[in-house]
């Protein structure tokens, strides 16, 4: 049987001769319903507050659950995203290196080119020197030639002093004039 604060007040006892005193049995009980109506009362506040409490407990679960979940979408794409730079990274860094390589052959080609025209002017310069050093030595026997077949009747000083100028003459320095004429 289950109490009730309405059912204890109106409970009613059999009647006996030597019983107990009415009016105190009633107190008591009226006392005992109240006692037993507040703690319904508060047993019915509690259970409320435990209602209230469950379904608060239910959306913090609800909240963590969802709050778990973005931060492994979250831990996810940031993974992605580091995977991701680290894969442009390499890529720019490949790049870079082709790049630079390229440059460099370039670089050796052009140098190398260089160094073929430099050659080559050299040789050039050389057989330019060969053949202006010919043609001032040809020029330079003629010279003499013609010196020679010069009348050569004319007194003994002018004699002297002639051969004296064909010495200067014939002394041509192959060399002076080829670094004049450079």
């Known amino acids: 049987m289950k109490f009730t604060p309405f059912g204890i007040k109106n409970q009613e006892f059999n009647k006996s001769v030597r019983g107990y005193d009415r009016d105190e049995v009633n107190n008591f009980l009226?006392?005992?319903?109240?006692?037993?109506?507040?703690?319904?009362?508060?047993?019915?506040?509690?259970?409320?507050?435990?209602?209230?409490?469950?379904?608060?407990?239910?959306?913090?679960?609800?909240i963590e659950k969802n709050l778990q979940q973005a931060m492994l979408n979250q831990?996810?794409?940031?993974?992605?995203?580091?995977?991701?730079?680290?894969?442009?990274?390499?890529?720019?860094v490949k790049e870079a290196e082709l790049k630079s390589a390229q440059i460099i052959e370039k670089a050796?080609?052009?140098?190398?080119?260089?160094?073929?025209?430099?050659?080559?002017l050299r040789e050039e310069r050389k057989l330019l020197i060969a053949r202006i050093k010919a043609l001032i030595d040809s020029q330079s026997s003629l010279l003499e030639m013609n010196v020679q077949n010069i009348d050569t009747r004319p007194k003994k000083k002018e004699?002297?002093?002639?051969?004296?100028?064909?010495?200067?003459?014939s002394d041509i320095n192959v060399d002076d004039i080829l670094e004049k004429l450079l």
């Open 30 to 62: 009226e006392r005992l319903s109240d006692e037993f109506e507040q703690l319904q009362n508060e047993n019915e506040k509690l259970k409320n507050e435990l209602d209230r409490q469950e379904e608060q407990l239910k959306e913090f679960k609800r």
């Open 75 to 92: 831990t996810e794409s940031t993974s992605k995203t580091v995977d991701s730079a680290k894969k442009q990274t390499a890529l720019m």
């Open 108 to 120: 050796k080609e052009s140098a190398n080119s260089v160094r073929d025209s430099v050659l080559k």
């Open 159 to 169: 004699i002297a002093k002639e051969q004296t100028n064909q010495e200067e003459q």
